[in-house]
């Protein structure tokens, strides 16, 4: 089955919306996630009565498990320990890390979204199908 570029989703003339919608959707992402500020943080393990940084604990398994692997490289211990221990640094990562959204007038902001949203919807109509004739009333 041969690919209608001229006519995606079913749509007649789609393409050009299309092709418009994802401009809008790529530049309204681009610049609404530009004013995103994302920052690192440190662990911190006050429920276990620990004060300051801690990210240094979490390496242990990580390289318990390393030295194990150096040691013999069939080691199921090993394995398991090098594998959580790297889940363990991933998600501590990811759990400390604060997203701020930068100072920015109200018009760049709706700029932002219009584009966005807009294009997403652009993209949905030239996609989606949608037969025109059965949408009206009928008489």
Known sequence: MPADFRNPGGTPGGAGAFL?????VVVGGYLLLNQVQVNG????????GSYGRSFGVTLIPLLFGIGILFYDGRSF???????????????????????HFQQTSLFALLVMLVLLVGGIGLVLRAVLPFDRRAAKPSD
């Open 20 to 24: 418009l919608g994802i401009v809008m």
């Open 77 to 99: 211990a090993g394995r398991v320990l090098t594998a959580g221990g790297s889940l363990v640094i991933l998600a501590g990562i990811i759990a400390n890390v604060d997203i």
């Open 41 to 48: 943080g440190y662990w911190y393990f006050g429920w276990a």
